[in-house]
């Protein structure tokens, strides 16, 4: 019961500084004259998968279970394409794919592409020669990270008078002080980096109690307790009418996910880290291609409007998502 408690204390810390997080980022960037678009890939992104981030280093690093840190990056990918699922529940006018614009699918597909490489990874295991201690699709990861961050901002610039309107309710900072959002900025961040520390061995303790393994533990539980920033801060997006934002911080995400892996096997000394950690975690990157190939299927045919309380899109990303969950739990 205690391990569940310190869970539950995590969790709430991570959601309550998320939040805050969220909203002195965006601050930062309206006064440095971002646009939402470009907020939602790459600066909303990299802020709330910070969980992500420092649960992986601590996972590598002191705490020396490197199926955690794994399991927490590509179980956050496959937990950030259900939240597009929940998200479309909570857009009730039409479909949400629908409202999103095209501009979408490239980040998805980079996202796709890089959790390939990881899939292909996990699979030939050892087989990879190292580049020192470190895997060379780390190289791959780290390449394309940037390669995609280029090409997304060019066509955001290209494509803003068609697709980026400011839709948002707009933000009116002027009482606050950049000096002031920086500072809260940073004040959150140490928080959020503080309440992740503890996550890696609380998951180990859980998996230990509950028989159900590092792998399962990392993809399910702490997966869904570091995506909740994402969470809080795409329904938040949702409902003040700025979808772009919510589903850029979605794929994005994913996107600065794998980029952690990058980091992770830099900091894991022992070798290559996907040789380290169990296979089992090639379901969850295989689940995560697939939800996201049917994400782009919805931005692509762009259903008029919902059979149920979800377009058909969101029902397959939330029937991948149950199956996924069902053989984790089989091979946990």
């Not at 965006?26 to 006064?31: G, L, P, S």
């Not at 975690?281 to 692509?300: D, E, K, N, Q, R």
């Not at 979800?310 to 990303?317: E, K, M, Q, V």
Request: charged share 10%.
């Amino acid at each position: 019961m205690l391990l569940w408690f310190e869970f539950l204390i995590c969790t709430s810390v991570i959601v309550y500084s998320g939040i805050r997080l969220s909203k002195y980022g965006d601050i930062i960037a309206e006064k440095t004259g971002l646009g939402r678009a470009w907020i939602g890939v790459v600066l909303m992104a990299s802020v709330t998968s910070l969980p992500e981030l420092v649960t992986g280093i601590s996972s590598v690093t002191y705490a020396g279970v490197p199926d955690i840190a794994v399991g927490d990056v590509l179980g956050s990918c496959v937990f950030n394409m259900l939240i597009l699922a929940l998200l479309d529940a909570v857009y009730r006018p039409m479909p949400i794919s629908a409202k999103a614009h095209h501009g979408h699918v490239l980040s998805a597909a980079f996202g796709i592409l890089l959790l390939g490489i990881v899939t292909i990874s996990l699979f030939l295991g050892n087989r990879i020669l190292p580049l020192g201690w470190i895997g060379i699709y780390t190289l791959l990861f780290v390449v394309i990270y940037f390669i995609a961050m280029r090409l997304v901002y060019s066509y955001e610039r290209k494509q803003i008078s068609a697709f980026v309107k400011e839709i948002a309710v707009e933000l009116k900072y002027k009482d606050i002080a950049t000096k002031t959002a920086v500072v809260n900025y940073a004040v959150n961040a140490i928080i959020i980096i503080i309440a992740a520390t503890f996550l890696p061995k609380i998951g180990e303790g859980i998996a230990e109690t509950t028989g159900l393994g590092q792998t399962f533990v990392g993809n399910i539980f702490i997966a869904i307790s570091t995506s909740l920033p994402e969470v809080v801060v795409s329904i938040a997006a949702v409902k003040i009418g700025s979808i772009d934002l919510a589903i850029g911080n979605l794929f994005g995400s994913n996107i600065f996910n794998i980029f952690i892996l990058a980091i992770d096997d830099i900091l894991f000394t022992k070798g290559p880290l996907l040789s380290f950690v169990n296979q089992n975690h090639i379901i969850s990157a295989v689940f995560a291609i697939a939800m996201t190939t049917t994400a782009i299927i919805g931005l692509t045919y762009r259903a008029e409007r919902k059979p149920l309380f979800l377009a058909w899109d969101s029902l397959g990303i939330l029937l991948i998502y149950v199956i996924n969950l069902m053989l984790l739990y089989m091979l946990r």
